[in-house]
């Protein structure tokens, strides 16, 4: 009687594994928008504890980013065969309940189907009809995943080139001092309006395909010294102190390149859960001290870049602009554990502390989760 009654209650418990597992498949390869999904997350999550192990006697930064450049690459291949596992168990219950004499039996068909192999073979319309199915479902995974990837690699090569071309204009680390010197010294500030334009158009990019192809998140740069997260932070850099203390004609574009910026970097953090202040306020504390403030602009000062008279005004200027990215920034460098690079990922959020951090709430504007 207890046998029978658990046949009866496998049915609907594998009918909604395999439905579950269906729509977290979708939800991270098919829906065209960033979406929560639980078993995704967990995925990542579990790798993420994996690889954290694996690097816990890592002494340099380059050993620690040669294992860690895996995490995304194979994580990726881990959700397909978590996902067909599912699909292979909540089969096998169903099996087990129309009939199939044991557990084991059903588990052989049921991967017997999933893989297309053919060796175990049901008999009777219901089981066939579901040997069919689980057949189909098993190859559409697969294809998913085979779609996937030329689409996340193609959002990786775009975003790495530009983040390439920063290091031409910006140095390795890239940092917006060094930017504004080489500039003055080979293009002519005069160029900069390009830049702005070309970069707004690449947080755009980068606010989508992080978002609804949250993996490339954690795909690192080829070479180990560069991030997506250390370049965004320099060009913000860059344009705040364009808009707030070089001594140029008033450019709206960077004005646009640096709303481009903080709405990318907080929808990525909205995605994975990072908390942050969604509406700070020009006297908040920010990362950049006003020493390091002047030591930049004494810098620019030295290579010849105009800056404005009144340096006071200035630093409350950029600080006006900063603190609107300033958490998310370094939020995001710690979780891709960015290289190295000033103003960004070589500080940490514990050195200073806001009391207006807040997670933004669901009802504001809802936004998924991956890992955290």
Request: one cysteine or more.
């Amino acid at each position: 009687m207890l046998e029978i009654g658990a046949r009866v209650l496998s049915f609907p418990v594998g009918v909604l594994i395999i439905v579950l597992t269906l729509f977290s498949a979708i939800r991270t390869f098919v829906l065209p928008r960033s979406a929560r999904d639980p078993l995704t997350r967990r995925i990542f999550l579990s790798s993420r504890k994996v690889f954290t192990w694996l690097t816990r006697k890592a002494t340099t930064y380059e050993q620690r980013d040669a294992v860690w450049a895996m995490y995304a690459p194979i994580t990726l291949l881990l959700m397909p065969v978590v996902w067909i596992t599912l699909v292979m168990t909540g089969y096998a219950l169903i099996y087990w309940s129309i009939g199939v004499p044991s557990l084991y039996d059903s588990f052989i068909i049921s991967g017997s189907s999933i893989l297309t192999l053919g060796f175990a073979p049901t008999t009777g319309l219901p089981a066939t009809v579901f040997e069919f199915t689980e057949a189909m479902l098993g190859l559409i995974l697969i294809a998913l995943l085979i779609a996937y990837l030329p689409t996340m690699y193609s959002a990786f090569s775009q975003r790495e080139a530009m983040v390439t071309l920063l290091e031409v204009r910006a140095g390795s680390p890239p940092f917006a001092i060094e930017m504004f010197k080489r500039f003055q010294r080979l293009h002519g500030m005069h160029q900069l309006h390009q830049v702005w334009e070309e970069w707004e158009r690449w947080f755009v990019m980068v606010e989508e395909t992080h978002t609804s192809l949250a993996a490339l998140t954690f795909f690192r740069s080829p070479q180990s010294d560069r991030s997506w997260v250390t370049a965004s932070g320099a060009i913000l850099d860059a344009a705040s102190l364009a808009a707030s203390t070089l001594d140029l004609p008033r450019d709206a574009q960077a004005d646009l390149c640096i709303r481009a910026g903080y709405i990318a970097l907080r929808r990525i953090c909205d995605f994975f859960r990072l908390e942050y202040n969604p509406h700070p306020q020009p006297g908040d504390p920010i990362s950049i001290t006003r020493d390091e403030f002047n030591e930049a602009c004494d810098q620019l000062l030295a290579a010849g870049v105009p800056l404005k008279a009144d340096r006071d005004q200035a630093w409350r200027d950029f600080a006006g602009w900063r603190v609107n990215y300033d958490v998310p920034l370094l939020r995001l460098a710690s979780l891709t554990m960015a290289p190295y690079a000033p103003w960004s990922s070589d500080r940490s959020l514990r050195t200073f502390r806001s009391p207006r951090w807040t997670r933004r709430r669901k009802a504001e504007t809802p936004q998924p989760e991956l890992t955290p």
